[in-house]
């Protein structure tokens, strides 16, 4: 029996190349039974015709899935569905009858109903995306990249691509973070005191859970970063929300009871203000006072396009009170979800225990692809060419902020990749964003950075990253024209 060519359709949202769709399609067939043992697939041209494809596309696919024993070939017959091919379960469903739970009651804990927006997952469709921490394509270096995977899946790295690291990290990426990217920071640290995280936010809960009680205080900065607020909402620890102004967190604001102190000093969040040296020698003084310990978030500092960036709170921290926080997700790609925590021996020792009893360590393949691609000058080059658009991109859209009257509320000093913004008083942004996306135009509400309650509902953020530098004008002219109509 021959499986109808019209069995097969191309999904133009599918993420991969032709070949792996195809693969896909055909695998997927005889994993669900569709497809049976024996029946026979349309031949390589008949099926390139049928979806206007090369016909050396579906014989690749053929032939990959032939390696996988999901297809056998006999002679000028065809190809034919394999009797080695995986059977697919052979069950009846079971009828699904109405849920008996109670899940209100069954909940013993609840982590919705936080802060965090939902960001549109279709972002790049839109025009005028001037939407936060997401990558533009005709930046990022594929080719090298791709080459760096390739080569962490070769036989040379196969212990480090297959091995349970049990609680440890990928050495070549210890390795290069210790040598070479945290003394750029001004920080020296040991194996030891340096944890791979999967992403910064993880990082951040780690921390959260080893150092906070319900008993303890956590001094948060007032806008901040959302999801950093939801963190410490799910711990049930006391947060004091701390007013920041143009130099960041105000560390006489401090109060005397605080365990913790949550900061950003190098791009605050989301106002992107950047802590001085005065302050940020006072805030190691007020932290020392209060025998409190600070949590560094060294957010964009590798955006600083303006003016070198100031040295990292953990280099002058002399005391070993400072825990820092990286991310290689921001500058690489979000997707990532790869960073780090810095910290005294003590405190790592106890990330890393945790960290094993949830996830063991993040997979082996991505530390090796990413220790590899750091440590043969691609990232450098990446971020020379991103802070070169981005200098580019933000002198635009100052430009065109000016020119159609919207005001800047906060500005990093030495660069960065977003404005933060105040539309008039009455303007209500997250309606305005509704508006703004008939238009194609994406922009960030501010009324989830703010604590607590009446919080301002006049700000918002825009971010030129994910913007191609020739649309910013046109954009911010059809954000201006909605907050005046």
């Not at 007032?222 to 004091?240: E, F, G, K, T, W």
């Not at 109060?255 to 913790?260: N, R």
């Not at 953020?461 to 994910?466: F, K, N």
């Amino acid at each position: 029996m021959a499986i109808s060519v019209e069995t097969f359709f191309l999904n133009p949202q599918f993420q991969g190349t032709l070949q792996a769709q195809i693969q896909q399609m055909i695998a997927e067939g005889i994993l669900s039974g569709r497809f049976r043992v024996g029946e026979r697939l349309p031949s390589t041209r008949k099926l390139a015709t049928h979806l206007g494809i090369s016909r050396i596309t579906v014989t690749l696919a053929y032939t990959e899935l032939l390696a996988n024993d999901y297809l056998t070939s006999r002679g000028r017959s065809g190809y034919f569905v394999s009797e080695n091919a995986p059977v697919p379960p052979n069950f009846t469903p079971v009828v699904r009858g109405e849920d008996q739970v109670d899940w209100t009651r069954a909940i013993g804990k609840r982590f919705t109903g936080g802060d965090t927006p939902e960001k549109p997952q279709n972002w790049a469709s839109f025009k005028y995306p001037f939407i936060y921490g997401q990558t533009d394509p005709s930046l990022f270096d594929h080719a090298n990249w791709r080459l760096c995977a390739l080569q962490a899946l070769g036989q040379k790295d196969f212990t480090a691509l297959t091995t349970d690291y049990y609680d440890h990290d990928d050495p070549r990426l210890i390795e290069f973070i210790a040598r070479n990217t945290l003394p750029r920071r001004g920080i020296i640290a040991r194996p030891e005191e340096i944890l791979i995280t999967v992403g910064a936010q993880n990082a951040l809960w780690m921390t959260v859970q080893i150092l906070l009680t319900q008993r303890r205080m956590a001094a948060i900065e007032d806008p901040c970063y959302h999801a950093m607020r939801d963190i410490l909402n799910q711990s049930r620890c006391h947060v004091a929300p701390l007013p920041v102004d143009r130099d960041g967190l105000q560390p006489d604001h401090i109060p005397p009871d605080t365990d913790v102190i949550f900061t950003t000093p190098s791009h605050q969040c989301p106002t992107a203000a950047t802590m001085p040296m005065s302050r940020r020698h006072a805030l190691l003084e007020r932290a020392r006072e209060l025998d409190a310990l600070i949590v560094e978030d060294d957010y964009e500092f590798e955006m600083s396009f303006l003016d070198a960036p100031s040295p990292a709170l953990k280099s002058l921290d002399t005391d070993g009170r400072v825990i820092y926080v990286g991310s290689f997700s921001k500058s690489l790609f979000p997707g990532l979800r790869l960073g780090y925590l810095v910290g005294s021996e003590a405190f790592i020792r106890e990330a890393r225990a945790l960290r094993a009893s949830i996830l063991r360590h993040p997979p082996g393949h991505i530390q090796r692809t990413t220790a590899y691609f750091l440590s043969l000058g691609h990232y450098d080059a990446l971020i020379r060419r991103l802070r070169e658009a981005l200098r580019v991109r933000r002198t635009t859209m100052r430009d065109a902020i000016e020119e159609h009257g919207l005001t800047i509320a906060g500005q990093g000093v030495h660069g960065g990749s977003s404005f933060w913004m105040r539309a008039p008083e009455g303007v209500d942004t997250e309606k305005l964003a509704l508006k703004l996306q008939a238009n194609g135009v994406l922009i960030e509400p501010g009324r989830p950075f703010f604590h607590g309650r009446g919080r301002p509902r006049n700000f918002y953020r825009l971010a030129y990253s994910s913007i191609p530098n020739e649309r910013i004008h046109k954009g911010v002219s059809l954000i201006a024209e909605a907050i005046k109509g």
